[in-house]
């Protein structure tokens, strides 16, 4: 009973926000800075509330420099506060890629770990509400990519607190990108504790024997989609039988990469579907078929499938829904590997 009274149906908007009222609370030196997340709340009102509640040098609007709001969070680490900073939407870091390349993510290795750099940046990321160019990047290999860097994407309103809080927590700087697609588009129970989700470590949402399937963020909803269809009695999709038992991994942490849950998953099931929203080549897909490769090519009983975007700029409005993954495509990624 104890237990479902700290729980509360939250949208990962409100939980990302109770994540950052509760961490601000309980550390003097966590604070949160970027363009209009203190009086407004952030476009998206992540940040609603923190300004009145811990007052302007906690919650601070910045000028629109996110070279210099990046920079001068990283002066805010080395000093000893817990700087969480907000980009507007992915595709606004560009202009502070200088910042978190040759100094965020290199800080701890360059003083020999005599400084660290626990900052956190945060960013609206991915497609889904037929925003403008610049508002709609995948673009999460670039950051993956970038030794030093810890790149996280949450799927869900509880994952997003734990993830968040756990973010915060590190004494590395952490890229949190959050599909916004999903940052309303549902509830679930979340608890109203401060609690951490291990960074670093995927999670097993459906267990299951003959195909794993693999995906992060936003892409978790139209994979569970295709496992349902797969699984309803009578109902034959696309010629599967549709006895077909599916293990779906939410991956959370792009980078470092829980490679030990991967390979357990295809070694038991011999057969991988990835599913992400970001280009294809170079991407996030291919970094984990040659994982597969190298560590459980004689357990595959058919080759990898990547079901991902396009090698293009994601569209604009109707044709942005035919660039984005959906449960169609990994129906049909998902038959070509059983067959």
Same mark, same amino acid.
Request: aromatic residues 6%.
């Given at each position: 009973?104890?237990?479902?009274?700290?729980?509360?149906?939250? !949208?990962?908007?409100?939980?990302?926000?109770?994540?950052?009222?509760?961490?601000?609370?309980?550390?003097?030196?966590?604070?949160?800075?970027?363009?209009?997340?203190?009086?407004?709340?952030?476009?998206?009102?992540?940040?609603?509330?923190?300004?009145?509640?811990?007052?302007?040098?906690?919650?601070?609007?910045? *000028?629109?420099?996110?070279?210099?709001?990046?920079?001068?969070?990283?002066?805010?680490?080395?000093?000893?506060?817990?700087?969480?900073?907000?980009?507007?939407?992915?595709?606004?870091?560009? *202009?502070?890629?200088?910042?978190?390349?040759?100094?965020?993510?290199?800080?701890? !290795?360059?003083?020999?770990?005599?400084?660290?750099?626990?900052?956190?940046?945060?960013?609206?990321?991915?497609?889904?509400?037929?925003?403008?160019?610049?508002?709609?990047?995948?673009?999460?290999?670039?950051?993956?990519?970038?030794?030093?860097?810890?790149?996280?994407?949450?799927?869900?309103? !509880?994952?997003?607190?734990?993830?968040?809080?756990?973010?915060?927590?590190?004494?590395?700087?952490?890229?949190?990108?959050? *599909?916004?697609?999903?940052?309303?588009?549902?509830?679930?129970?979340?608890?109203?504790?401060?609690?951490?989700?291990?960074?670093?470590?995927?999670?097993?949402?459906?267990?299951?024997?003959?195909?794993?399937?693999?995906?992060?963020?936003?892409?978790?909803?139209?994979?569970?989609?295709?496992?349902?269809?797969?699984?309803?009695?009578?109902?034959?999709?696309?010629?599967?039988?549709?006895?077909?038992?599916?293990?779906? +991994?939410?991956?959370?942490?792009?980078?470092?990469?829980?490679?030990?849950?991967?390979?357990?998953?295809?070694?038991?099931?011999?057969?991988?579907? +990835?599913?992400?929203?970001?280009?294809?080549?170079?991407?996030?897909?291919?970094?984990?078929?040659?994982?597969?490769?190298?560590?459980?090519?004689?357990?595959?009983?058919?080759?990898?499938?990547?079901?991902?975007?396009?090698?293009? +700029?994601?569209?604009?409005?109707? !044709?942005?829904?035919?660039?984005? *993954?959906?449960?169609?495509?990994?129906?049909?990624?998902?038959?070509?590997?059983?067959?």
């Amino acid at each position: 009973m104890c237990e479902k009274i700290n729980m509360a149906k939250l !949208n990962m908007v409100e939980a990302l926000n109770q994540a950052l009222m509760q961490e601000m609370k309980r550390d003097k030196r966590v604070l949160v800075m970027g363009e209009d997340v203190g009086k407004e709340g952030g476009v998206f009102r992540v940040t609603a509330g923190l300004q009145k509640k811990f007052g302007k040098d906690r919650a601070i609007d910045t *000028p629109l420099a996110e070279a210099g709001i990046v920079g001068t969070a990283l002066g805010l680490a080395v000093g000893g506060m817990r700087p969480v900073v907000e980009c507007q939407f992915d595709g606004f870091i560009y *202009p502070a890629f200088q910042e978190l390349v040759s100094h965020v993510s290199r800080l701890r !290795n360059r003083s020999r770990g005599r400084y660290t750099c626990p900052l956190v940046l945060r960013a609206p990321y991915s497609g889904g509400i037929r925003a403008l160019e610049h508002h709609s990047e995948s673009m999460e290999a670039l950051y993956a990519h970038v030794p030093g860097l810890k790149v996280v994407i949450p799927s869900t309103p !509880n994952e997003a607190k734990g993830l968040l809080i756990a973010s915060i927590r590190d004494e590395n700087p952490v890229i949190f990108l959050e *599909p916004k697609k999903v940052y309303r588009a549902n509830k679930e129970e979340v608890s109203q504790k401060l609690f951490e989700i291990e960074l670093s470590k995927a999670r097993v949402v459906v267990e299951g024997d003959d195909v794993t399937i693999i995906c992060y963020g936003a892409m978790l909803y139209p994979v569970l989609s295709a496992v349902t269809k797969l699984q309803q009695n009578g109902t034959n999709v696309g010629g599967i039988n549709n006895s077909v038992s599916c293990e779906v +991994i939410d991956l959370r942490t792009i980078s470092p990469m829980d490679t030990e849950t991967i390979v357990k998953s295809v070694e038991k099931t011999g057969r991988c579907v +990835i599913v992400h929203e970001g280009p294809r080549s170079f991407g996030v897909g291919a970094e984990i078929c040659v994982t597969i490769m190298e560590k459980c090519l004689l357990s595959l009983k058919s080759p990898v499938e990547r079901v991902t975007g396009f090698d293009t +700029i994601m569209p604009l409005y109707q !044709n942005e829904l035919n660039y984005i *993954p959906d449960d169609y495509r990994v129906l049909k990624a998902v038959k070509k590997v059983l067959g």
